[in-house]
């Protein structure tokens, strides 16, 4: 019956997890607690940085990979609050002065 088919397809789509469903998506990283990291997200297997970026009085995300100090990509969460504290220096100056950040 038709009834039963789409209830089987529906089961097996219910069971993916949310990464694999939607590679595309940026998804919060947790540490060992399960607690989010605060400006730190991953997108596949790669992670990115974000500052909030406050300028004329409207807050907008800025968002960067981090990479190693070879310009590889992290892999490890020590790897990645690592670069995180190296890169985001790096992005402040290309912002207006009179801008406030946030992470």
Same mark, same amino acid.
């Given at each position: 019956?038709? =009834?039963?088919?789409?209830?089987?397809?529906?089961?097996?789509?219910? *069971?993916?997890?949310? /990464?694999?469903?939607?590679? *595309?998506? !940026? $998804?919060? $990283?947790?540490? *060992?607690?399960?607690?989010?990291?605060?400006?730190?997200?991953?997108? =596949?297997?790669?992670?990115? =940085?974000?500052?909030? /970026?406050?300028?004329?009085?409207?807050?907008?995300?800025?968002?960067?990979?981090?990479?190693?100090?070879? =310009?590889?990509? $992290?892999?490890? !969460?020590?790897?990645?609050?690592?670069?995180?504290?190296?890169?985001?220096?790096? /992005? !402040?100056?290309?912002?207006?002065?009179?801008? *406030? $950040?946030?992470?």
């Amino acid at each position: 019956m038709k =009834g039963d088919e789409s209830r089987s397809t529906r089961a097996t789509h219910e *069971s993916d997890s949310p /990464i694999q469903a939607h590679a *595309s998506m !940026l $998804v919060p $990283v947790l540490d *060992s607690r399960n607690r989010k990291l605060p400006g730190l997200s991953q997108r =596949g297997s790669r992670y990115y =940085g974000q500052l909030w /970026i406050e300028h004329a009085g409207k807050k907008t995300p800025r968002r960067f990979p981090l990479l190693t100090p070879e =310009g590889h990509p $992290v892999s490890s !969460l020590t790897e990645t609050r690592d670069a995180f504290e190296r890169m985001a220096p790096r /992005i !402040l100056p290309t912002v207006a002065s009179n801008a *406030s $950040v946030s992470p």
